[in-house]
């Protein structure tokens, strides 16, 4: 070991000693090298005496001792703070770790029209073959490659891991762990799991290794290991470690069988995984119910997709994926379509914020347009301008990551890295797209119809006029803006604008390309953030004050969905949804005492009408109300955000006020 090495080493920087063992190989060896120590010399954490290990927070996590700086992360594979690793290694060592392994979310600057992004990554390993292949049959494959770094580092992690399975079962047997999960680890994950508690407790272990992510398409890929058990108590058990880890979706059907209904009952209260239930015309009565069963728990989970849709709009977005593989069609993160085991889906790598945008374009150029037509083409023209600086962000982004950025453990995990000896960051995944996010399209919509009545067709206000009210927040101006037609009541004119708008908007991002991979898949997806994206946006016509939220994805404003669910469902569905393959998200909530009656028909009639993706949240809204005052009376009150579920309490206080005042459709 080398002086600096060692350095780290002492530090208990794991990670970074192993990456300065061999500072002649290239950055992915090096890597490698890297989380092969970091494996060697971690800590185990403690056994709970459970069927799976690990359990509980994530490794580093987990260990109350273990300060290090330079730790795994799922999006990058490595994040560090450069202050804190110059307060622990000195300024030398933290100056030589920022030039040779660059955190690049801290070199590149958002453009100004956009926010979020960041090259997010998230994807789904592929937890079936490493189950029936075991990591010997990866072995095999990169011993056959031809002699270069990428073989040497592939070898190395997985000597790595190996070494680290070994102590774990060396751990196991010293302090008393079940025999069957010793006996599992004794086998999985290096040879083939034989039933299906070894294919769980090995997908758990996957789990933790690929730091957390998702858990994959569960009910499909155990199905082969499947022999009638009861395996409901192990599933919860694994649903406890995804859910400390705010692990994110779990994708079910369209083969439904036995452990699709398994999974729905297991899911029972846990706001995390994200269950993704892919709808079929003739989907089983039985699993209606067991998400109706489910919802009440409050736990938002499943969340529903249009299955035919989905793969009929995948089929003729990339007509040269083959039927097998969009059939792995899962969503990852908080929805962004991936195909499980073989892609990788930037997600999101950038938000459009269309609000701030417009706002702009009001300021400079809505009194210098004659007509609602001139002035409409304008704002399209802006936010197409952002669309292009965000397109060449993300296309820079990419080729400096596949430069400087190397994932050795998603190289190992996803199809087809090892076998192209790419990569996963470069171009090594079978398949690879970029979701992009628009946010705050409705206000947008509602925007643009206000300001065609009251300044246009009825001549009510002046620009600046208009302009300069609503930043005073003149309250008889926002109740005019109040009765002015808009988005999610079935009015015709209002969605005759917003599906030409959403066909213009959505459409933008098409003829951009990547150093890699298939483009961009846009998309509709704001969780938590859109209360963040509101801050920095001025008044907007649609009655948004000043730094308010943005629009809750494509749902109506609050309080605009008058005319109930049916004429809100007519509306959403008006848009241009098929062009947003990212995932449309639509966030509907329901009354626990009418969710019975309610979901299926409901359910049923939006994807009839070309819906993609819809999410529920079933939870009553007094005790969300009570919970804003005594939140230890709330602990475990679990709200649907826009692609996942999340504790009420941990919500700021601004989305907590948004989420309550979300329409009770039904």
């Not at 063992?21 to 992915?28: H, I, M, Q, T, V």
């Not at 990058?76 to 000195?90: A, F, K, R």
């Not at 292009?388 to 430069?403: G, I, L, M, T, W």
Request: proline share 5%; net charge negative.
């Amino acid at each position: 070991m080398n002086d600096i090495a060692r350095h780290f080493y002492e530090k208990g920087e794991y990670i970074l000693s192993g990456f300065y063992e061999r500072p002649e190989r290239s950055r992915f060896c090096r890597l490698c090298d890297g989380f092969a120590s970091y494996y060697r010399n971690i800590r185990l954490p403690e056994y709970s005496g459970g069927s799976l290990y690990p359990t509980g927070k994530a490794y580093y996590m987990n260990i109350p001792e273990i300060t290090m700086v330079a730790v795994p992360h799922h999006s990058p594979g490595m994040l560090y703070s450069p202050e804190l690793l110059e307060m622990t290694c000195g300024k030398e060592y933290a100056d030589m770790v920022v030039r040779d392994i660059p955190m690049l979310h801290l070199l590149f600057p958002n453009p100004p029209r956009t926010t979020g992004g960041f090259g997010y990554t998230h994807a789904i390993p592929n937890y079936s073959r490493i189950e029936k292949e075991g990591f010997n049959g990866y072995r095999k494959r990169v011993l056959a490659l031809k002699d270069s770094d990428f073989k040497d580092g592939m070898l190395s992690l997985i000597d790595g891991i190996e070494c680290y399975v070994s102590r774990i079962v060396k751990m196991l047997k010293e302090v008393g762990g079940k025999a069957e999960l010793i006996a599992a680890f004794e086998r999985v994950p290096f040879e083939p799991a034989r039933n299906i508690y070894e294919a769980i407790v090995c997908r758990n272990f996957i789990f933790y290794l690929d730091f957390c992510d998702g858990p994959g398409r569960m009910d499909t890929e155990l199905i082969d290991f499947y022999n009638g058990e009861d395996v409901v108590p192990l599933l919860r058990e694994f649903f406890v470690n995804v859910n400390e880890n705010d692990g994110w979706d779990l994708a079910l059907g369209p083969d439904y069988n036995a452990l699709t209904l398994q999974i729905l009952k297991a899911c029972k209260g846990f706001r995390r995984p994200s269950i993704e239930l892919r709808v079929t015309e003739d989907m089983p009565r039985e699993l209606w119910e067991a998400s109706i069963e489910s919802l009440k728990t409050g736990s938002g989970n499943p969340c529903f997709y249009n299955e035919e849709l989905y793969q009929k709009l995948l089929s003729e977005r990339f007509p040269h994926i083959p039927k097998e593989d969009l059939l792995k069609f899962s969503g990852c993160g908080c929805t962004e379509t991936t195909l499980a085991g073989i892609c990788r889906t930037g997600s999101i790598d950038i938000d459009v914020n269309a609000p701030l945008v417009f706002r702009k374009t009001m300021e400079e150029s809505l009194e210098k347009c004659d007509t609602f037509e001139e002035f409409y083409e304008k704002a399209v023209s802006d936010i197409a301008d952002a669309v292009s600086e965000s397109a060449k962000f993300v296309y820079d982004f990419y080729e400096k990551r596949s430069e400087l950025l190397p994932y050795p453990m998603r190289t190992l995990l996803i199809d087809d890295c090892i076998d192209k000896e790419s990569d996963f960051n470069a171009g090594g995944a079978r398949y690879s797209w970029s979701v992009v996010n628009f946010a705050g399209t409705i206000n947008v919509i509602d925007s643009l119809l206000a300001i065609k009545e009251l300044i246009y067709d009825k001549r009510e206000f002046g620009a600046a006029e208009l302009i300069g009210l609503l930043d005073k927040g003149d309250p008889v101006l926002y109740k005019r803006l109040e009765a002015c037609a808009h988005f999610g009541v079935d009015d015709e004119a209002a969605d005759s604008l917003a599906a030409e708008f959403s066909d213009r908007l959505f459409a933008m991002f098409d003829n951009y390309s990547l150093p890699f991979g298939d483009g961009f898949l846009p998309c509709s997806i704001q969780f938590t953030t859109y209360v963040d994206r509101g801050k920095s946006v001025g008044a907007t016509p649609d009655g948004r004050r000043a730094g308010e939220p943005l629009c809750d994805s494509l749902t109506a404003l609050k309080g605009k969905a008058t005319k109930g669910p049916t004429a809100l469902i007519n509306s959403i569905t008006k848009l241009k949804l098929w062009r947003l393959l990212g995932t449309p998200v639509v966030n509907l909530s329901f009354s626990p005492e009418n969710l019975d009656k309610a979901l299926e028909p409901m359910m049923k009639s939006y994807f009839e009408q070309g819906g993609l993706q819809a999410q529920i949240t079933c939870v009553s809204r007094d005790d969300m109300i009570d919970a804003l005052s005594h939140p230890e009376r709330h602990e475990d009150l679990i709200v649907r955000i826009g692609g996942f579920s999340e504790y009420f309490n941990s919500l700021s206080h601004e989305a907590k006020l948004s989420v309550i005042d979300r329409t009770v459709m039904m």
